[in-house]
């Protein structure tokens, strides 16, 4: 009879060390995982911070480009040296594609 009682306690004793051991790796996963997703919300947060940081900064080079454009003309480039062709002479090049057909 001790016997039985004994090894039904070894049993008992080897269970609860395991659920112990199960509920301690829970719980330092949770951990982690929490930790993660307040890493995570965080570095959404800087991303956010840095795109409305750029994107203004691309709004402002962009009223510079617009203001730098209205500026340019025909009178602003012959003060610069630029000249008007009479005969305008056009270079094209033949694509990859129509130049293997022709070999071809």
Known sequence: MKTKTRQINIFEKR???ALICIILALLAF???FISKSIINVIVREEI???IA???SIISGLETEYISHKNVINMEFAKS???VSLAN???VTRK???TTLDAAE
């Open 15 to 17: 269970a609860f060390v």
């Open 30 to 32: 949770y951990g982690y």
């Open 48 to 50: 956010s911070n840095d």
């Open 53 to 55: 940081f750029v994107s």
């Open 80 to 82: 610069n040296g630029f």
């Open 88 to 90: 305008k002479e056009f």
């Open 95 to 97: 694509s990859l594609a």
